[in-house]
């Protein structure tokens, strides 16, 4: 096989890696943005905290979620979809919000 074809085939590892890192991030910077934030927004530390608690509740039921689905339809579904539910859902505080009169 030409060195060019494996790297070709194996360059989805790399990105995979890659973003597995950048999405570690994320649990980083809020951990470390806690200490500012909490005087700023008026918030004690357990509030904080369950903010990140509800979080990492929220990915790990997604993960069992999406990988029950992915077993079931495939992963072109998930692939496809799971970015739009992610969002919409994202929308529904805001459309809580906009329809309880609080704008």
Known sequence: MPAS?????????????????SFALIFTAYSAAIP???????????EAGLIQSAWHFGYLLSLF?????????GVGV????????AWRLRLM?????IAGGKR
Request: proline content about 6%.
């Open 5 to 21: 074809a494996a790297n070709s085939e194996g360059g989805w590892l790399g990105w995979l890696c890659l973003s597995r890192a």
């Open 36 to 46: 500012l934030l909490t005087p700023e927004w008026g918030m004690k530390a357990s």
């Open 65 to 73: 979620t999406v990988g029950f689905l992915a077993d079931r339809y």
């Open 78 to 85: 998930g692939a496809l979809f799971g970015p739009l539910v």
């Open 93 to 97: 505080p805001e459309a809580a919000r």
